[in-house]
């Protein structure tokens, strides 16, 4: 009996990879040296550099329409890129209203966590141009057809990726048909707590909404139902994770390789909790799979949650001044991290739903779920 409920503790935890329950370089004096011949050259490679980052794009991006939703006749549609502070170059889909000159609103869509914006953030990007807002939906850094560093793929980081946020500000302001006063930004399911993180960072963001939202470090750190378990079995299993991890870490380095965690278990065992059946359903099924999604294929890596663990995201999110709105299931398993994360919010602008009969993936794609009407007039109220 014990062993049953360890083996499906351990199924839940590795879905969406919540793994096992969860400068300046100085010149040398050599370089110092060099003739003015030589430094003449450096100048002239590194402006060079920096028009690649600032123009160019390094990344190889698709050309044709392979969005898991059908494209609509009601918006323009391009690829778009721009760079993080960290250099890392981002892949976009931009999608702008046929029928509206002017001045736009504009808002940022990114999620869920291991998906791609061909999935989900797509689908609503898509449907907010159509309501009249310039929309992106972006692949985060290290997945999808968004670039990383050395190399790294298949990795989140809860700095790096508040940063993707603020990198999608930076690009849209400087657009030419954006009003960089009216910039939004939209957060599913993991990439929900990254949102809200970055609200409180950067207060270029007028408004926010979070749909189906997870607290990563707290699901990464705490194993999920946290609130079902007392304070000292957490502590007991979080070490007992950091040692795995760090072990982990330290065979990667041997192979020169990274273990993956598995993206949504497949196949799909009969007794497993509804809700991975409810991820299954969507991310190995015709309705949402696709071949650059960590949570249709392999996932994460497997040492993928040390850093969650150490760095809860929603630490200032009741100094968040901007207007917010959380959007959640009533009958998701991840409720309790979008009604927690409300509790931390100050101020009149901040607004709580709770769609009736929704599970948690019925707000990734379910437009009869999906409350687009009251996004739209949140963001038009606070978009103006």
């Not at 083996?7 to 004096?29: E, N």
């Not at 001044?321 to 309790?336: M, N, T, W």
């Not at 009969?357 to 687009?372: Q, S």
Request: glycine share 8%; net charge neutral.
């Amino acid at each position: 009996m014990q062993k049953k409920k360890y083996m499906k503790r351990m199924l839940v935890m590795a879905t969406l990879g919540v793994t096992m329950a969860l400068g300046t370089v100085g010149m040398t004096a050599e370089a110092a040296a060099q003739t003015d011949k030589a430094q003449t050259n450096v100048q002239a490679q590194q402006a060079a550099a920096d028009t690649k980052v600032q123009g160019e794009s390094n990344l190889k991006l698709t050309t044709e329409w392979d969005k898991v939703f059908p494209e609509s006749r009601d918006v323009n549609h391009r690829k778009v890129t721009f760079h993080n502070r960290y250099g890392i170059e981002l892949a976009a889909d931009l999608y702008e209203p046929k029928k509206i000159t002017g001045k736009f609103a504009a808002v940022a869509v990114s999620g869920p966590f291991g998906a791609v914006k061909e999935q989900s953030s797509g689908l609503y990007a898509q449907e907010l141009a159509k309501r009249g807002f310039l929309t992106i939906a972006f692949d985060p850094s290290f997945t999808g057809e968004s670039g990383g560093v050395n190399g790294v793929r298949n990795v989140a980081s809860p700095d790096i990726n508040t940063e993707d946020f603020s990198a999608a500000v930076d690009f849209l302001s400087n657009e030419k048909d954006v009003d960089p006063d009216r910039i939004g930004i939209l957060g599913i399911c993991g990439w929900g707590g990254m949102a809200l993180n970055a609200a409180a960072m950067d207060t270029r963001i007028k408004a926010t909404v979070v749909s189906t939202m997870y607290d990563m470090s707290r699901v990464m750190a705490n194993g999920y139902f946290d609130y079902d378990k007392d304070a000292e079995t957490i502590k007991k299993e979080r070490m007992a994770n950091r040692r795995a991890l760090n072990a982990q870490r330290t065979e990667d380095y041997r192979t020169g390789t990274y273990k993956r965690a598995g993206g949504v278990v497949d196949p799909l065992p009969a007794d497993a909790p509804q809700f991975v059946k409810d991820y299954y359903a969507y991310y190995k099924t015709k309705r949402g799979y696709h071949p650059r999604s960590l949570n249709s294929n392999e996932g994460w890596n497997l040492t993928n949650a040390l850093s969650f663990m150490n760095m809860p995201l929603l630490t200032y999110a009741d100094e968040i001044e901007s207007a917010v709105l959380v959007i959640h299931g009533e009958k998701a398993h991840s409720r309790y991290f979008g009604e927690d994360a409300f509790k931390k919010l100050k101020g009149d602008n901040k607004e709580l739903m709770i769609i009736p009969g929704a599970n948690h993936t019925d707000l990734y794609d379910n437009m009869e779920k999906i409350p687009f009407d009251k996004i739209t007039s949140f963001f038009q109220k606070y978009l103006k």
